[in-house]
């Protein structure tokens, strides 16, 4: 078996859940279009997802 007889791996698009080729052919990768792609970074730009993290603690210096 060589590298051409292998099929193309697919996963789920983060965007809309269809499968989606990830290999570099796909430029969108792991997304399935420019459509997902930019739908995620447009939630990223308006902070619909974010990382919690808990707001400092007066007298807690991280610089000793």
């Known amino acids: 078996m060589t590298g051409s007889d292998i ?5 789920r698009c983060p965007g809309c859940g269809q ?5 570099s052919t796909n430029p969108y990768r792991p997304f399935c279009s420019e ?4 739908g995620d970074l447009g ?5 619909r ?4 993290a808990s707001p400092p ?3 807690d210096d991280a610089e000793h």
Do not use: L
Not at 7 to 11: D, E, G, I, M, Q
Not at 43 to 47: F, L
Not at 49 to 52: A, N, P
């Open 7 to 11: 099929p193309p791996r697919t996963v």
């Open 19 to 23: 499968f989606s080729i990830y290999a």
């Open 35 to 38: 459509r997902c792609k930019n």
């Open 43 to 47: 939630a990223w730009a308006n902070e």
């Open 49 to 52: 997802y974010r990382v919690e």
């Open 57 to 59: 603690v007066e007298g």
